[in-house]
């Protein structure tokens, strides 16, 4: 019974944690892009967007 307990308790931390993970990424991500965009259109202003 204490081991389910413990396994139950590993499963949702480490999904917390991959959550948080994931999140923190992709806020990253999002900061490097917009860096990324806003250093592209400092040095390149007539280049069209090619989606």
Not at 12 to 21: D, E, I, K, M
């Amino acid at each position: 019974m204490r081991k389910r307990k413990l396994t139950c308790y590993l499963i949702y931390f480490s999904f917390t944690w991959a959550g948080r993970a994931v999140y923190a990424l992709r806020k990253v991500l999002e900061k490097l892009n917009y860096r990324i965009d806003r250093v592209a259109g400092h040095f390149s202003p007539e280049t069209p967007e090619n989606d």
